[in-house]
């Protein structure tokens, strides 16, 4: 039974695109049903009510009416913000769009996770209160991996099941290994130990207790590699936006 009564819910804005000649898709993951796609009649005339409610980038409480099969229905929005330093800003925007891209990979629609909801909120915020959006990125990317299918042991060797005080990754085994098991695969990532600390670090930190986190530019390079292997030969995404982020690592741009 389809329930058509309208109702409040939390939604952050995943993306929106243009239907039709004056009407819009938007994409919200919110906090009470998951991921849904809404119906915005008029959105894109230039007088529309609501036009400011629905930006890229924005958060809050909307009245609608949350279909559990095909579009739902936003009739009104209250205590709606938005992440104005990430839509300033090409580089923390094409970060935070990316993790959203991720984000909208992982789940299937309509399943609610009010976990993942703070985390995607925690990391937004944290992006547009001036945190380093590459750390906030390769948090959120490792934390996904075990709902990709790919769930590396960040704690114990992934061969002999042993603690140790020196380890590597390896995709071979599908995580970390000791030194006592190095040999068993030459084509190990090779990774110094300070990129083995953060790997583990980001596997278990909470978004919503960080106060500060700087990592130097050599680690956070050698994270991008690894985590970047790690997607391209083990979870397979081909995302625009990561494409995207790419290509603008190439023109070097840098936050302000």
């Known amino acids: ?36 796609m809404f119906f915005v009649r008029g959105a894109s005339k230039a007088n529309f009510k609501m036009a400011g409610d629905i930006l890229p980038f924005s958060y809050g409480t909307y009245e609608g009416t949350l279909k559990k099969d095909g579009l739902s229905y936003i009739d009104s929005a209250n205590s709606v913000k938005h992440f104005n330093q990430i839509s300033d800003d090409i580089y923390l925007n094409a970060y935070a769009t990316y993790i959203m ?36 990125t390769n948090i959120i990317e490792i934390q996904l991996l075990p709902i990709f299918g790919v769930a590396p042991d960040f704690k114990h060797c992934a061969v002999c099941g042993q603690q140790s005080q020196i380890y590597d990754y390896s995709e071979k085994y599908g995580g970390l290994i000791c030194q006592n098991d190095f040999h068993l695969d030459p084509y190990r990532m090779h990774l110094d130990q300070r990129t083995i600390y953060y790997l583990c670090l980001f596997s278990v930190i909470d978004l919503n207790k960080i106060e500060n986190i700087k990592v130097n530019e050599v680690t956070k390079n050698k994270l991008r590699q690894v985590v970047d292997k790690i997607y391209d030969n083990s979870v397979g995404l081909n995302l625009k936006s990561k494409k995207f982020l790419n290509q603008m690592r190439k023109w070097e741009i840098k936050p302000n």
């Open 1 to 36: 039974m389809v329930n058509t009564k309208s109702k409040s819910f939390h939604g952050i804005l995943l993306y929106r695109k243009n239907y039709r000649e004056r009407d819009m898709l938007v994409k919200f993951f919110t906090a009470e049903a998951g991921k849904k």
């Open 101 to 136: 891209s991720l984000i909208d990979a992982a789940f299937d629609d309509g399943v609610p996770n009010s976990i993942w909801f703070d985390k995607l909120f925690y990391a937004l915020n944290l992006i547009n209160n001036g945190f380093d959006a590459q750390i906030i």
